[in-house]
């Protein structure tokens, strides 16, 4: 006959504490085995020896007894489970520990974030989901295409987890086709036309030109806009933003150039200094962006770079 217990209710009977009642398990003084539902098993035999011992009387329980032939089929049944194998899941979406493992949960990242909370973003939550491998989960949601890349998280981040880096790498698991229109539509043209908005050539030097001629009538005596100037000091790149809207902005950075006396000269192709293969998390595309730009430096033979942003 077997005598089903609990810890707790073997310790109140003995009068000792629970951790001693593991003790006297762990030791072997109490010959008692697991059973279900956190309970444990003995022979009622070694239950009676262990009341003698101590100078007590069983103490009897119908609900104690329990059928030996019961517990002989509950270890059958043991035996054939198999064994549960949890799903593994790489974690693909960042490199080393840098990018997510050493994060403290703190939350300083969301209370420096300017959008935490639009449509439920939070940094916190990203870089826990990424250390969990919840890949497919983050890369569906408007997270990644919400944050401003503005990197006052990562600022803030006392364990210097690179955030911005883990934002880019999501933005790069979309597939191209997902991605929100404006961005993917600006690194398509500017693939194939040169620049975000896809201005034709003549369209930007005639712009550049009047530009110039409007400079000089405004005082600048002699200037001229300097396209494709060879050996020029400086390497001016322009947001596409500029020419095709708001072209006086252009004219500021001129005069200062004029003024200045600065050598200097802006490329008739390939002239885009906004990278959205940068923002979309598109690195082909981002170095193919950029490798024009050195191009542009190489064949003007310049020495300054100056970008828009």
Same mark, same amino acid.
């Given at each position: 006959m077997m005598y089903e217990f609990r810890v707790s209710e073997m310790a109140e009977e003995f009068g000792v504490h629970r951790n001693t009642? &593991?003790?006297?398990?762990?030791? #072997?003084?109490?010959?008692?085995?697991? #059973? %279900? #539902? &956190?309970?444990?098993?003995?022979?009622?035999? *070694?239950? @009676? +020896? +262990?009341?003698?011992?101590? #100078?007590? @009387?069983?103490?009897?329980?119908?609900?104690?007894?329990? *059928?030996?032939?019961?517990?002989?089929?509950?270890?059958? *049944?043991? @035996?054939?489970?198999? %064994?549960m194998v949890l799903g593994h899941t790489e974690k693909t979406i960042y490199a080393d520990t840098n990018w997510a493992d050493t994060c403290l949960t703190c939350g300083t990242c969301a209370s420096a974030c300017p959008i935490a909370g639009v449509d439920g973003l939070d940094p916190r939550k990203i870089i826990r989901m990424a250390v969990l491998g919840l890949e497919d989960e983050l890369k569906d949601t408007n997270w990644p295409w919400k944050c401003t890349m503005c990197a006052k998280c990562e600022n803030a981040c006392p364990a210097g987890v690179q955030i911005m880096a883990l934002m880019r790498r999501l933005r790069g698991l979309r597939d191209r086709d997902l991605v929100p229109g404006p961005i993917h539509k600006g690194v398509v043209t500017c693939l194939e036309r040169g620049n975000n908005l896809g201005i034709p050539k003549d369209d930007f030097i005639f712009l550049c030109e009047e530009l110039g001629e409007e400079l000089e009538e405004e005082g600048l005596e002699g200037f001229k806009t300097p396209i494709d100037v060879v050996g020029a000091k400086v390497l001016v790149t322009v947001n596409s933003k500029e020419p095709f809207a708001e072209p006086d902005d252009m004219k500021y950075w001129w005069r200062i150039f004029h003024a200045a006396g600065e050598s200097w000269t802006i490329s008739s192709e390939n002239w885009e200094g906004v990278n959205w293969g940068l923002f979309s998390g598109d690195d082909e595309s981002m170095k193919t962006v950029v490798g024009r730009i050195v191009d542009n430096m190489r064949r003007l033979k310049c020495e300054v770079l100056l970008l828009p942003e």
């Open positions: 009642i &593991r003790n006297w398990i762990n030791s #072997g003084t109490l010959p008692a085995k697991e #059973g %279900p #539902g &956190r309970k444990y098993l003995m022979k009622f035999e *070694d239950y @009676q +020896l +262990l009341c003698e011992k101590f #100078g007590r @009387q069983p103490h009897i329980k119908p609900s104690s007894y329990v *059928d030996p032939e019961k517990i002989r089929k509950l270890e059958e *049944d043991s @035996q054939r489970l198999e %064994p």
